[in-house]
């Protein structure tokens, strides 16, 4: 430890030299000196960086091989100026011993001793002996359960990175292959996130020019638990990661609403995808039905049904309409053409390439052609749909009366957009196309002034607005909607995936539909590899038990984890009838008892009343959430309001109480209506 923060101390100093001197003599060097030494900065600065972000556990394993050599193992690799390794990066070759070894197979290791610091301080050491049988002598071997004492300590708001205790069914997972699809399932608690997250650091670090490049894309389920997560990845050095919250999956809309389940589940299914092609096609709400123009002494009329009968031909040449509007003006003028040959006599000879010509460029026809035919904008077709009778003639056999309900009032009391209409707006902004970009006239190049002209409409283009990743990992993906699976397939057409559930845990009521959707978005992926995690590493066995009661009888037995640590604590459950002084002094005794974290759980519906109910108790470690914020999330004690309620809120309802009773990892209270 003191040789690698020794070492640390010079190549901070080295890097703050460098940085010094390229600033004194940035303009002499030659440009691949100064390429070098930006590089050898940029290096030296990310490992600082790294460095800072986390106190803890730099160096956290030594293996002890046959032959008496010894190599550390630390977070981040660290070389001596000989650029011999002092500490061994985890993900390197060399350190997959540390997660794989074990006494049957000990591949050359005889100790394995896991090492917790604190900043420069050892402060406690953890050894297997793998091989005893070629141990020296004078081996020391100390403790045992390093697992375990970190699985007893307490939580904070943000989890932890696990490179010390990788156990072997997670490290298979974790350094699988990069290509195709690497599915990992697993009860609560079975360290899937952190599994993802780790895989995610060990792919980057193999392969930082390949998935470097176009990056790694996380997708998890809400806000609060991205930030849960976020500093995992920095931690290991890794910053070329983006973690986006489905509500926050496009650039420019940062949705946190929450639809009821039912609504949820409507906008959520694979039928919206007609619904909004269709919503494409109704005439926006504002538009003319007559147009009329004066040309060369006679009125030429294009009255509702004609404008009706080009609308419906345009749209099913199935170009998006942000990229038919040409198309839709020379549609209009051929048709006004063919209105003025009806007319035409001894003294009106109308030419077709001259009329096209003058009323193509008329500031009238544009006026009209921009309601007519205007640029559709995601967000706003999704608000004309908030009219039932519009909603209900893009539905057509696609709702029921009474989703069409739900839908239009949904959307006609936004406040704000919420994480179910997100999907729906990225459908729109894929079925709309993007908008051409204005062309630039370019001085040597002919003005294309008169729409005869521009006939020649652009080929459809891929819009091109959305971002595209090479890693793409989806966490709690039991979840996903039809309709969120589209999106998130769509930015990893040509990546690689993991994807990380439990659909024990599943909140969505259709698991097939989801599936084919799913199944869709991964179709370029030609492998698949499929790990399960079998461990609960979170729960104490007593907890579990009540969490899995839950369940028992809805869902296979097979499919719930075991929870092996034990901590003689049993959950209590309660009675209670004065509901706000009952959970105020659940909260107060479960904050007096635990170290870390307290999560109050209730349905999506109260949580703004129960935070009214807490909103006595001082502390800064107490957190209220509803029943779909709790995906994913751990504290060190739980307090559960009404699992009653809970189940009755969605046809999931046993499922959501399953994952709200399997979030504490030390204590757990259930507060039950007293009869
Ligand atoms: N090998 C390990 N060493 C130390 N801690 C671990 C290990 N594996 C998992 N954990 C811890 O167990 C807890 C649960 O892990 P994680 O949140 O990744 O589980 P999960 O399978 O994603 O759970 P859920 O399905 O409930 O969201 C976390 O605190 C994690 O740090």
Do not use: C
Request: aromatic share 6%; charged share 30%; proline share 5%.
């Amino acid at each position: 430890m003191d040789r690698v923060y020794a070492r640390l101390g010079e190549l901070r100093s080295e890097a703050e030299a460098m940085r010094a001197k390229s600033y004194e003599h940035g303009q002499e060097a030659t440009p691949e000196a100064l390429y070098e030494r930006d590089v050898m900065v940029h290096h030296a600065n990310r490992t600082l960086q790294a460095l800072d972000a986390e106190a803890e556990g730099l160096v956290f394993g030594r293996l002890d091989f046959a032959d008496g050599d010894a190599v550390h193992v630390g977070r981040l690799g660290i070389r001596d100026p000989q650029f011999d390794n002092l500490l061994v990066d985890w993900r390197a070759p060399l350190a997959s011993a540390f997660y794989q070894a074990t006494p049957e197979e000990p591949r050359g290791v005889v100790r394995r001793r896991v090492i917790r610091s604190s900043r420069e301080t050892v402060v406690d050491i953890s050894d297997d002996l793998l091989d005893p049988e070629r141990a020296p002598e004078d081996m020391r071997v100390i403790g045992d359960g390093a697992l375990m004492a970190s699985l007893s300590r307490a939580r904070g708001d943000s989890m932890r990175n696990i490179v010390a205790t990788i156990q072997k069914e997670q490290d298979d997972a974790i350094r699988a292959p990069e290509g195709g699809v690497t599915e990992i399932t697993g009860g609560p608690g079975t360290g899937k996130t952190a599994v993802a997250l780790h895989r995610a650091a060990y792919l980057l670090y193999r392969d930082q020019r390949r998935l470097g490049g176009a990056g790694v894309l996380v997708v998890g389920p809400s806000p609060v638990f991205m930030s849960y997560i976020s500093r995992v990845l920095p931690s290991m050095g890794e910053h070329n990661v983006e973690l986006r919250a489905l509500g926050e999956v496009l650039d420019d809309l940062s949705a946190t609403g929450i639809d009821d389940p039912r609504t949820a589940e409507v906008k959520g299914s694979s039928r919206m995808v007609q619904v909004l092609r269709r919503a494409l096609r109704l005439p926006p709400p504002d538009a003319p039905d007559e147009l009329r123009m004066f040309y060369r002494g006679v009125v030429l009329k294009l009255q509702a049904d004609d404008l009706k009968r080009i609308r419906r031909r345009l749209h099913s040449k199935g170009a998006p309409p942000n990229r038919s509007r040409m198309r839709a003006a020379d549609a209009l003028l051929e048709a006004l053409w063919n209105k003025a040959k009806q007319f035409a006599d001894a003294d009106f000879k109308p030419d077709r390439e001259q009329l096209i010509t003058e009323i193509g460029e008329r500031i009238e026809f544009h006026r009209f052609l921009v309601t007519w035919w205007p640029p559709l904008y995601p967000m706003q077709v999704l608000r004309w749909l908030s009219d039932p009778s519009r909603l209900a003639r893009a539905a057509r056999r696609a709702l029921s009366a009474e989703e069409i309900g739900l839908l239009a009032k949904s959307w006609a009391e936004v406040e704000q957009w919420t994480v179910a209409d997100v999907a729906l707006i990225d459908e729109l902004r894929v079925l709309a196309g993007s908008l051409p970009k204005r062309r630039r006239a370019r001085a040597d190049s002919r003005e294309l002034t008169t729409w005869a002209d521009r006939t020649a409409e652009q080929p459809y283009q891929r819009p091109d607005n959305y971002d595209e990743y090479s890693h793409v990992v989806v966490d709690e993906s039991q979840d996903l909607s039809p309709m969120q699976w589209r999106m998130v397939g769509r930015r990893g057409r040509h990546a690689s995936w993991t994807i990380v559930g439990d659909p024990v845990q599943s909140s969505w009521p259709d698991p097939d539909e989801a599936a084919r959707a799913r199944q869709e978005a991964l179709s370029s992926a030609r492998t698949h590899r499929r790990f399960t995690l079998r461990t609960n590493y979170r729960n104490s066995a007593e907890i579990f038990e009540v969490a899995a009661d839950a369940v028992r009888g809805v869902v296979d037995a097979g499919d719930l984890p075991n929870a092996v640590r034990t901590t003689g604590i049993e959950p209590v459950v309660r009675e209670v009838r004065q509901w706000p002084e009952a959970a105020r002094t659940a909260a107060s005794e479960l904050l007096d008892a635990a170290e870390g974290t307290v999560g109050v759980i209730t349905t999506m519906a109260r949580r703004g009343e129960v935070r009214d109910w807490l909103s006595t108790v001082e502390s800064d470690r107490l957190r209220v959430v509803g029943s779909l914020e709790a995906k994913g999330m751990e504290y060190d004690a739980v307090l559960l309001i009404d699992p009653d309620e809970l189940i009755s809120e969605s046809s999931t309802g046993r499922r959501a109480l399953y994952v709200a009773l399997s979030r504490a990892t030390q204590l757990l209270t259930v507060l039950k209506p007293g009869s």
